[in-house]
C-alpha cells in the first residue's frame, strides 16, 4: 500500500544563545514566519491524514503556521526532536562514547517511531514537521540504509521532501529539498495524477 510522505524542516530561527536550554531551543525569526506562511499557502487545499511536528520550538511553530491551514489535528511527538550530526559519523560507532542526549539512542528512537507511524498508517499522506538530522535519518531508513550509512542531505529551512512509500521502503520521490513554494506554485497539482491506493 502506497504512503505519501512530506517533510518540512522547520523554518529559519534564532540561533541558539549560550546558556540557553538547547530544548525546546530557540523561536522563529520574522523571516522564517514567512517561510512558514509560503509553506502553510503552498500545502493549502492538499488534504494530509495525519500531521506530526516535533515538540522543539522552531519545528512547533511552524506546524502550527502550517496546520492553519489543513482541517488535520497537529500532533506532538518528542521522538521527532532534533539529534546531533554526531549520529551519523563513524566514531561515534566505533568508540564506546558516553552518549549525550540527542546522540544514537535518540535518533534510534526517532527511526522507530517512524517505523511505527508509516506502519500504522499505511496508504495516508502524512506530514512531518522536523529537523534536517531527523529528515536525513528518516529518509536513509526508507531507503533501506543504517542510521551511519544515511546520506547526508543538506535541507534549506522550509524546504519540502516528499516521497512514496511502499510498506517501509521508498518508491518515489516527488521533492527532496525543495523551495518550489517560494515560487507560489501548487502542492496540490503536482500531485493531481497521483495515486495511493
Known amino acids: 500500500m502506497r504512503t505519501l ?10 540561533n541558539h544563545k549560550k546558556g540557553q536550554a538547547l530544548h525546546p531551543g530557540p523561536g522563529l525569526t520574522k523571516r522564517g514566519e ?3 506562511e ?3 499557502r503552498f500545502l493549502k487545499g492538499f488534504e494530509f491524514d495525519l500531521i506530526l511536528s516535533s515538540d522543539m520550538t522552531r519545528a512547533l511553530k511552524t506546524a502550527e503556521i502550517i496546520t492553519d491551514n489543513q482541517k488535520r ?7 521527532l526532536a532534533e539529534h546531533h550530526v554526531d549520529v551519523y559519523e563513524k566514531t561515534l560507532f566505533k568508540e564506546n562514547l558516553t552518549e ?7 535518533a534510534r528512537e526517532t527511526m522507530n517511531f517512524f517505523r511505527k507511524v508509516l506502519q500504522k498508517h499505511k496508504g495516508k499522506k502524512i506530514l512531518i514537521v522536523s529537523h534536517g538530522n531527523v529528515i536525513r535519518g528518516c529518509v536513509g531508513t526508507a531507503m533501506g540504509f543504517s542510521l551511519r550509512k544515511s546520506p547526508e542531505l543538506n535541507l534549506f529551512n522550509c524546504s519540502l521532501s516528499s516521497f512514496i ?5 521508498l518508491s518515489s520521490i516527488y521533492y527532496l ?3 518550489d513554494h517560494y515560487k507560489n506554485l501548487s502542492f ?5 495524477s497521483a495515486k495511493f491506493k
Request: charged share 35%.
Open 188 to 192: 496540490k497539482k503536482k500531485f493531481k
Open 177 to 179: 529539498n525543495s523551495i
Open 38 to 40: 509560503k509553506t502553510a
Open 100 to 106: 549525550a542526549p540527542g546522540t544514537l539512542s535518540q
Open 73 to 79: 489535528d497537529l500532533s506532538v511527538h518528542k521522538e
Open 34 to 36: 514567512e517561510q512558514a
Open 5 to 14: 510522505v512530506t517533510f518540512v524542516r522547520h523554518a529559519k530561527s534564532y
Open 165 to 169: 512509500v511502499d510498506g517501509e521502503k
